[in-house]
């Protein structure tokens, strides 16, 4: 699998050359707008493609926030690899958000289900079932399943998948991003419930969005 650095994500440095590059030929030649124009947009550039590192919380029985952004639903939906119903957490990214995804738990890749698509609003609820996504099946370390999927938005148009099946990935370890406004969903065992509410920010890799179930006193 691809690995990230710890201050730009791979993706970006091409975008942030072309910007820079174009800023520097708009001053040499005194088009100052222009240059002003591009150096704004590799400013911006810089800002979308960071990778900050984050700490991972070590208690065990939690999965952590795959994104950066808000929670926009927290609701039982069809899983997308069986289409049973389990509890979902829907993140919502903006462009200001980090982009960078890190895996909710420690565990394997089971499959990997790319499915193109339409762009459109990832807050949408058809969003789910008509864009471009990417779902990984995921088998943590006591052997219940998880399903994360990536969800390309109106802005976005390209999703990042850095692992492959049979990957083995630690709870908060980088795994992909998506381009420019996006979503991302979790749906987890039914052993896990939610803590996290519509409307609250979590941070990837940081946030804990579910427990394990307290099991009731024998």
């Not at 795959?66 to 919502?92: H, L, N, S, W, Y």
């Not at 390309?152 to 998506?178: H, K, N, Q, S, Y």
């Amino acid at each position: 699998m691809q690995k990230a650095t710890h201050s730009i994500t791979p993706e970006g440095f091409p975008v942030i050359g072309l910007t820079a590059l174009a800023a520097l030929v708009f001053a040499i030649i005194d088009c100052w707008f222009m240059a002003v124009v591009f150096l704004l947009l590799c400013w911006f550039s810089v800002h979308f493609f960071r990778d900050p590192e984050r700490v991972v919380p070590s208690a065990p029985g939690a999965g952590v926030s795959p994104a950066d952004g808000r929670i926009i639903k927290v609701q039982p939906m069809p899983d997308p690899f069986t289409g049973e119903p389990r509890m979902c957490v829907c993140i919502f990214m903006n462009v200001f958000n980090v982009h960078v995804n890190r895996f909710p738990v420690s565990g394997t890749v089971q499959s990997i289900a790319y499915h193109p698509g339409k762009y459109f609003n990832a807050s949408w609820d058809k969003a789910s079932t008509d864009n471009e996504r990417c779902a990984y099946d995921i088998v943590d370390a006591d052997g219940l399943r998880w399903s994360m999927v990536q969800i390309a938005g109106l802005i976005a148009r390209r999703i990042v998948c850095r692992v492959e099946e049979g990957d083995t990935l630690r709870r908060g370890e980088r795994c992909g991003m998506i381009r420019f406004g996006s979503r991302v969903d979790v749906y987890m065992p039914e052993e896990y419930e939610p803590k996290v509410t519509v409307g609250e920010t979590v941070f990837a890799g940081q946030t804990v969005l579910a427990a394990k179930k307290e099991q009731p006193a024998e």
